[in-house]
């Protein structure tokens, strides 16, 4: 719950940008340049006099919009690839993991960089580099748990009334599946905002002089000395963020084994009745 409070509290921040903080965050002001928190500055400014807390606030929806988009794009390919080749098995299975294999063999860095060397920098482009990284995760769950689903009494039941495969993939299986899958969109996200702050620390997503944490990092190591609150507040958005979804990753996955187990247990003393 305190995870979910505190990405409660970020997103809206990142909604309410325009109305909690009072400078544009491309205001340059030569005037205020390096001066450190206070009131009129929560974060203090940077190298051109702008707020850095309204910077920081404006960048976070740069991040949070791409944990999100990056879940949604590699979800809705991993998923489908996974559960087509988990239930198809044989030569489909093997193409789709042989696939995933090549995605996974690249360092998700160097992948991503590869992607943008290609499409060329931006936001877009980034959400989609870090999606195609992704994507294994995603299918390689979906996989799994279709393997362990498919040859399940409700599935079996399912296929001898007639059942086609799509119906069973999707409306039988997945359902069943998504406990595992919704532990890994938490962890994706995090991911997710951890490699694009990367990509923007390269200079490989969002451009100057739009906001973004990894690219207040990148230039605040220039200033490590002179205005050390420079980096040092969107580095604890980062870690903020990063530490809330692993946390929340960490409780769901209790959530839904405490349910399993609770399941399993109200089954039992019938199995033993009937036996």
Do not use: K
């Given at each position: 719950m305190a995870a979910l409070l505190v990405l409660v509290g970020l997103a809206a921040l990142a909604a309410a940008a325009p109305v909690v903080s009072r400078y544009d965050p491309l205001l340059q002001d030569r005037a205020s340049r390096f001066e450190p928190p206070s009131l009129r500055h929560l974060f203090g400014t940077d190298e051109f006099g702008r707020d850095i807390?309204?910077?920081?606030?404006?960048?976070?929806?740069?991040?949070?919009?791409?944990?999100?988009?990056?879940?949604?794009?590699?979800?809705?390919?991993?998923?489908?690839l996974g559960l087509l080749g988990g239930y198809a098995?044989?030569?489909?299975?093997?193409?789709?993991?042989?696939?995933?294999?090549?995605?996974?063999?690249v360092p998700a860095i160097l992948l991503a960089m590869a992607v943008i060397a290609v499409l060329g920098p931006g936001v877009l482009n980034a959400v989609l580099a870090v999606a195609i990284v992704s994507i294994p995760a995603f299918a390689r769950i979906a996989r799994a748990s279709t393997l362990a689903l498919k040859e399940r009494e409700f599935v079996l039941a399912g296929r001898a009334m007639g059942a086609?495969?799509?119906?069973?993939?999707?409306?039988?299986?997945?359902?069943?599946?998504?406990?595992?899958?919704?532990?890994?969109?938490t962890v994706a996200a995090a991911y997710a905002i951890l490699l694009e702050a990367a990509l923007s620390f390269l200079g490989l997503s969002t451009r100057p002089p739009e906001p973004s944490w990894g690219s207040m990092l990148n230039t605040g190591r220039s200033f490590l000395y002179q205005a050390p609150w420079y980096g040092l507040f969107p580095g604890i958005m980062i870690t903020l963020a990063v530490l809330a979804l692993n946390g929340l990753a960490d409780g769901l996955q209790r959530v839904f084994a405490g349910a399993a187990a609770g399941a399993g247990a109200t089954r039992a003393p019938a199995g033993a009745r009937g036996g």
């Open positions: 807390w309204s910077r920081v606030i404006h960048g976070a929806r740069v991040s949070l919009l791409t944990g999100a988009a990056v879940v949604v794009v590699a979800g809705t390919v991993g998923i489908p098995g044989g030569w489909t299975d093997a193409v789709v993991m042989r696939f995933l294999d090549f995605l996974l063999a086609g495969p799509a119906y069973l993939m999707f409306r039988t299986i997945l359902p069943n599946a998504l406990s595992p899958l919704l532990v890994q969109a």
